[in-house]
């Protein structure tokens, strides 16, 4: 990891309108939990349901989305990549930089305001940290996917969009099979195996979800690195 | 020293040919790569900078490949045509960063002497996103300087600029040139590579056009008149005695000057001063009219 490009990239986070955005998303999942508890106590099988559709099926997707591909998607688009590609760093340490950024990223917006949602609707401990858990396995493969998207194509967010909305949600929920290549089954996996059971749903074995979340972590981040090292530039002719 | 080597090089982006089997070596001091917008400099330069592979040939660098070889980028710096950079940035932060990017030991040290070269240190706590475009290529030349490179490629760098910055980054890329720098910069504008360039390459619709000092360039090109502007003792007999020889096409009496049309420059240079002091005529003045890089360019566009 390089420094200089956390650096770069944390700035250039913060100071765009998509970190406005995120926390816009934190805020309002926090808002929704402070609601629900305030307009009566809700059951713990109860906040796992809500919470599993609310954080797990629809932030997350969004949250990785907006994060991933913003940590190069806007330079590349810009053309101000061309500084960071001009010095002698290897592409795969600018890969991993900017994913360190945006999965800190992901557990400072995502994670935590997840986890806290379900201490403020009155979840225990467990199953807190089994959503927290489980919604950092699904942030942090987001992230990748999605950088990955935005060295790859220039229309990342409309395809990642049709991704989360058409995968995720249509595809994933009517046809079984394509649960295994769903990000939120894998998380959900995740988060059934550390909560009560009983408590969370999911359509994959523990075994394949957390070898399809590492091995597919790791299979694009190492492929972002090699499509970064390849990236030609528009040319103004 | 180093010197970058462009070997049968071609660049297509589906059906268009933005450069065309082009061969080129590109060693110290001032080279300028001139051509028409469109003509496939940028796309050039993006090739020598290893930011695109060509579709056919090579480019290295003292040997050694450009394209996916990151090394490249302790001996080249890169002064890009686009504006974009960390807008949110100030200067002297931009700088520093490259210097860090680059690994220097002391970036802090590094930058301040790069924006110092490029007179941009009063500016460099405001935020680039503030600059004229001007500034923001003075502190794009400065990251590009802050390690010392070897090799700088300069795309269209005076874009932007006003006459006294114009003046400063001539200067300033003559001072490189002299210390046996390697320096190629784009232009479309002829007066900038004609006062700056020692070497000159044209470019034409993606294809090599010509090669060498613009003065031998022009000189090559026998088949296309070369105009010059005489003032002498008697107009009249001097032009009679030129057109008296096969190596002047046409003449022209113009007020106290003579125009001459050369058909053959080497023949006329020898043939003039013969003529005229076989006449008994004095010559005040002799100009080649048409001289100016953007004749010979003209030119080459024609052809």
């Given at each position: 990891?390089?420094?200089?490009?956390?650096?770069?990239?944390?700035?250039?986070?913060?100071?765009?309108?998509?970190?406005?955005?995120?926390?816009?998303?934190?805020?309002?999942?926090?808002?929704?939990?402070?609601?629900?508890?305030?307009?009566?106590?809700?059951?713990?099988?109860?906040?796992?349901?809500?919470?599993?559709?609310?954080?797990?099926?629809?932030?997350?997707?969004?949250?990785?989305?907006?994060?991933?591909?913003?940590?190069?998607?806007?330079?590349?688009?810009?053309?101000?990549?061309?500084?960071?590609?001009?010095?002698?760093?290897?592409?795969?340490?600018?890969?991993?930089?900017?994913?360190?950024?945006?999965?800190?990223a992901t557990v400072a917006f995502a994670v935590v305001p997840t986890a806290l949602a379900?201490?403020?609707?009155?979840?225990?401990?467990?199953?807190?940290?089994?959503?927290?858990?489980?919604?950092?396995?699904?942030?942090?493969?987001?992230?990748?996917?999605?950088?990955?998207?935005?060295?790859l194509t220039r229309h990342a967010v409309i395809i990642g969009l049709g991704y989360a909305?058409?995968?995720?949600?249509?595809?994933?929920?009517?046809?079984?099979?394509?649960?295994?290549?769903?990000?939120?089954?894998?998380?959900?996996?995740?988060?059934?195996?550390?909560?009560?059971?009983?408590?969370?749903?999911?359509?994959?074995?523990?075994?394949?979800?957390?070898?399809?979340?590492?091995?597919?972590?790791?299979?694009?981040?190492?492929?972002?690195?090699?499509?970064?090292?390849?990236?030609?530039?528009?040319?103004?002719? | 020293?180093?010197?970058?080597?462009?070997?049968?090089?071609?660049?297509?982006?589906?059906?268009?040919?933005?450069?065309?089997?082009?061969?080129?070596?590109?060693?110290?001091?001032?080279?300028?790569?001139?051509?028409?917008?469109?003509?496939?400099?940028?796309?050039?330069?993006?090739?020598?900078?290893?930011?695109?592979?060509?579709?056919?040939?090579?480019?290295?660098?003292?040997?050694?490949?450009?394209?996916?070889?990151?090394?490249?980028?302790?001996?080249?710096?890169?002064?890009?045509?686009?504006?974009?950079?960390?807008?949110?940035?100030?200067?002297?932060?931009?700088?520093?960063?490259?210097?860090?990017?680059?690994?220097?030991?002391?970036?802090?040290?590094?930058?301040?002497?790069?924006?110092?070269?490029?007179?941009?240190?009063?500016?460099?706590?405001?935020?680039?996103?503030?600059?004229?475009?001007?500034?923001?290529?003075?502190?794009?030349?400065?990251?590009?300087?802050?390690?010392?490179?070897?090799?700088?490629?300069?795309?269209?760098?005076?874009?932007?600029?006003?006459?006294?910055?114009?003046?400063h980054l001539i200067e300033l890329l003559r001072r490189m040139g002299a210390e046996g720098?390697?320096?190629?910069?784009?232009?479309?504008?002829?007066?900038?590579?004609?006062?700056?360039?020692?070497?000159?390459?044209?470019?034409?619709?993606?294809?090599?056009?010509?090669?060498?000092?613009?003065?031998?360039?022009?000189?090559?090109?026998?088949?296309?008149?070369?105009?010059?502007?005489?003032?002498?003792?008697?107009?009249?007999?001097?032009?009679?005695?030129?057109?008296?020889?096969?190596?002047?096409?046409?003449?022209?009496?113009?007020?106290?000057?003579?125009?001459?049309?050369?058909?053959?420059?080497?023949?006329?240079?020898?043939?003039?001063?013969?003529?005229?002091?076989?006449?008994?005529?004095?010559?005040?003045?002799?100009?080649?009219?048409?001289?100016?890089?953007?004749?010979?360019?003209?030119?080459?566009?024609?052809?």
């Open positions: 990891m390089n420094r200089t490009v956390l650096r770069l990239t944390a700035q250039a986070m913060l100071g765009g309108r998509r970190m406005l955005l995120v926390s816009a998303m934190a805020v309002v999942l926090i808002g929704l939990a402070l609601l629900v508890r305030i307009l009566g106590d809700m059951s713990e099988p109860d906040i796992a349901g809500f919470l599993q559709v609310i954080s797990l099926a629809t932030l997350m997707p969004l949250f990785g989305l907006i994060v991933g591909t913003g940590t190069i998607g806007p330079e590349i688009d810009d053309g101000s990549i061309i500084h960071l590609l001009s010095k002698p760093v290897p592409r795969p340490v600018i890969i991993h930089s900017k994913l360190a950024v945006a999965v800190m379900a201490l403020i609707m009155g979840a225990s401990g467990s199953l807190a940290l089994a959503l927290a858990v489980g919604s950092l396995a699904a942030g942090a493969v987001y992230c990748v996917m999605f950088m990955l998207l935005a060295i909305l058409i995968w995720e949600s249509l595809v994933g929920s009517l046809v079984p099979g394509a649960r295994n290549l769903s990000v939120q089954q894998w998380a959900l996996a995740v988060t059934d195996a550390l909560a009560t059971p009983g408590l969370i749903t999911a359509h994959v074995g523990l075994v394949l979800a957390v070898t399809l979340i590492i091995g597919g972590f790791v299979a694009a981040t190492w492929y972002a690195g090699s499509r970064l090292r390849v990236l030609t530039l528009a040319t103004e002719d | 020293m180093a010197t970058m080597q462009i070997e049968n090089c071609s660049r297509w982006f589906g059906n268009v040919v933005a450069v065309n089997d082009v061969t080129m070596t590109i060693g110290p001091g001032i080279t300028g790569l001139l051509g028409p917008n469109g003509a496939g400099k940028s796309t050039l330069i993006h090739m020598l900078a290893g930011f695109l592979p060509p579709s056919a040939g090579t480019v290295t660098l003292d040997g050694g490949p450009v394209w996916k070889n990151h090394d490249v980028y302790r001996t080249i710096g890169i002064v890009p045509e686009r504006e974009a950079t960390y807008d949110s940035l100030t200067g002297r932060q931009f700088v520093v960063a490259s210097a860090e990017l680059h690994g220097l030991d002391d970036a802090g040290a590094a930058a301040s002497r790069a924006l110092a070269t490029v007179a941009m240190e009063d500016a460099a706590h405001r935020k680039i996103g503030d600059y004229s475009k001007g500034m923001k290529q003075r502190v794009k030349m400065a990251s590009a300087l802050v390690h010392d490179p070897a090799v700088l490629l300069l795309d269209e760098p005076f874009n932007g600029m006003d006459p006294r910055q114009r003046l720098r390697t320096v190629l910069f784009s232009s479309h504008i002829l007066e900038e590579v004609e006062q700056l360039a020692s070497q000159i390459e044209v470019l034409i619709a993606g294809r090599y056009a010509a090669s060498g000092d613009y003065r031998e360039i022009r000189r090559l090109m026998t088949d296309r008149p070369h105009q010059y502007t005489v003032i002498s003792s008697d107009n009249r007999i001097l032009a009679a005695a030129l057109m008296a020889d096969g190596s002047t096409a046409a003449v022209r009496l113009d007020g106290d000057a003579l125009r001459v049309d050369a058909s053959e420059f080497l023949r006329f240079a020898e043939l003039l001063p013969l003529v005229a002091r076989d006449a008994g005529i004095r010559l005040y003045e002799v100009t080649p009219a048409d001289e100016s890089l953007e004749s010979v360019f003209a030119y080459l566009v024609e052809k």
